[in-house]
């Protein structure tokens, strides 16, 4: 069930679930050529799309390019500046994010998020681990920062069984 922390705008809602079925319909591809399990899109307040960025940690031998940190380091790069707060951008992911990606997200003026599996389910699914998120979402309230989540889950669920069942790369430090 979708879960946000304003109250739930539906055409919002209709939009993230568009996107967010599209970049899990791409990220079968970006997973082929050897990306992480994760795809990011940065859309600008015309819907103008900024940065996409799949996980490219294994492939990039970089512990923290997450989908996220990309589309973010991307979209800075694009506009030209640290503090994307100016730009009232909307970030788009496949899945719940971590605990980096939540301070990368809240570095970067980032103003909304919509994300689709929960980390929760992403734990279950892959064995990645995606570190202690306590009450994220009233946080970024405070912070003004809007959330919705799990949104589109049954495709995003089976696009990481997918990458499990094919053997992948779960990554993660050794303890
Ligand atoms: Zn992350």
Same mark, same amino acid.
């Given at each position: =069930?979708?879960?946000?922390? /304003?109250?739930?705008?539906?055409?919002? $809602?209709?939009?993230?679930?568009?996107?967010?079925?599209?970049?899990?319909?791409?990220?079968?591809?970006?997973?082929?050529?050897?990306?992480? !399990?994760? $795809? *990011?899109?940065?859309?600008?307040?015309?819907?103008?799309?900024?940065?996409?960025?799949?996980?490219?940690?294994?492939? %990039?031998?970089?512990?923290?390019?997450? *989908?996220? =940190?990309?589309?973010?380091?991307?979209?800075? #790069?694009?506009?030209?500046?640290?503090?994307?707060?100016?730009?009232?951008?909307?970030?788009?992911?496949?899945? %719940? !994010?971590?605990? =980096?990606? $939540? @301070?990368?997200? =809240?570095?970067?003026?980032?103003?909304?998020?919509?994300?689709?599996?929960?980390?929760?389910?992403?734990? /279950?699914?892959? @064995?990645?681990?995606? @570190?202690? #998120? !306590?009450?994220? $979402?009233?946080?970024? *309230?405070?912070?003004?920062?809007?959330?919705? @989540?799990?949104?589109?889950?049954? *495709?995003?669920?089976?696009?990481?069984?997918?990458?499990?069942?094919?053997?992948? #790369?779960?990554?993660? !430090?050794?303890?």
């Amino acid at each position: =069930m979708t879960v946000c922390n /304003e109250q739930i705008n539906l055409e919002k $809602l209709k939009k993230a679930e568009q996107i967010i079925l599209e970049l899990q319909a791409e990220l079968k591809n970006y997973i082929a050529a050897g990306s992480g !399990p994760f $795809l *990011a899109a940065i859309y600008d307040e015309n819907d103008h799309l900024i940065a996409k960025t799949a996980n490219s940690v294994v492939s %990039e031998n970089c512990s923290h390019n997450h *989908a996220e =940190m990309n589309a973010i380091k991307a979209a800075e #790069k694009v506009l030209n500046t640290y503090d994307l707060s100016a730009h009232n951008l909307k970030l788009y992911v496949t899945a %719940e !994010p971590c605990i =980096m990606c $939540l @301070g990368g997200i =809240m570095w970067s003026g980032i103003k909304e998020v919509y994300y689709g599996v929960s980390s929760k389910r992403v734990e /279950e699914i892959t @064995g990645f681990d995606e @570190g202690f #998120k !306590p009450d994220w $979402l009233n946080e970024f *309230a405070r912070r003004g920062i809007k959330v919705y @989540g799990e949104i589109a889950t049954e *495709a995003g669920e089976k696009v990481l069984h997918e990458y499990v069942a094919a053997g992948r #790369k779960v990554y993660k !430090p050794e303890r």
